[in-house]
């Protein structure tokens, strides 16, 4: 049992490692993927403050929590601007 245990340990530390070097590269495809879906919904300056925001670990977090409780988005797309 002591080696079955040793074994899941091993393959559990080797694949978090893995997960480790392949999560950044994620992260920045999903920052990509956003921007540009911003930017097609707010225009090149809007989308990129936008999108900026929401990068910063503490303002991002702080922005969406904020937008959640208004109920609408700071920046409005395009559409919605008066």
Request: charged letters at 20%; aromatic letters at 6%; a positive charge.
């Amino acid at each position: 049992m002591a080696i079955q245990q040793s074994l899941f340990a091993l393959g559990t530390r080797r694949a978090t490692r893995r997960m480790e070097r392949v999560l950044p590269w994620i992260g920045v495809a999903f920052a990509l993927i956003s921007i540009g879906a911003a930017i097609r919904r707010k225009g090149f300056v809007r989308g990129s403050v936008d999108s900026a925001l929401n990068a910063m670990p503490v303002v991002g977090s702080l922005k969406a929590a904020a937008e959640m409780v208004r109920g609408r988005e700071f920046i409005p797309p395009k559409s919605q601007r008066a």
